[in-house]
Nanobody
Framework: QVQLVESGGGLVQPGGSLRLSCTPS????????MGWSRQAPGKERESVAG???????QYADSVKGRFTISRDNAKNTVYLQMSSLKPEDTAVYFC???????????????WGQGTQVTVSS
């Protein structure tokens, strides 16, 4: 009932930039935390960045100073601006959102299908 659609992934050279976008759709009453995780080949999925509805953010140490997460509450869209990209940033990036589908339901965690980011020369 809730779908998260990601866009913006692709192939970039080291030092380049990409901006990922994610817009949830479906039965949504409210959205609390939104964020991004990634999974590189042969590695476990890791949390990259998160943002609350009030704008508070957190980042993994590996991306601090290079990535910026933001959101547009009116559009229910979360963004991940990625700069100074490194080959080790290569991964499938997943959007996540904590969604309440009605006023009498608790928040549940939803995930997008993932978008590939490849950093290579």
């Amino acid at each position: 009932q809730v779908q998260l659609v990601e866009s913006g992934g692709g192939l970039v050279q080291p030092g380049g930039s990409l901006r990922l976008s994610c817009t949830p759709s479906g039965s949504i009453f409210s959205i609390n935390v939104m964020g991004w995780s990634r999974q590189a080949p042969g590695k476990e999925r890791e949390s990259v960045a998160g943002i609350t509805s009030g704008g508070s953010t957190q980042y993994a140490d590996s991306v601090k100073g290079r990535f910026t997460i933001s959101r547009d509450n009116a559009k229910n869209t979360v963004y991940l601006q990625m700069s100074s990209l490194k080959p080790e940033d290569t991964a499938v990036y997943f959007c996540r959102a904590h969604v309440a589908r009605s006023d009498d339901e608790s928040y549940s965690d939803y995930w997008g299908q993932g978008t590939q980011v490849t950093v290579s020369s």
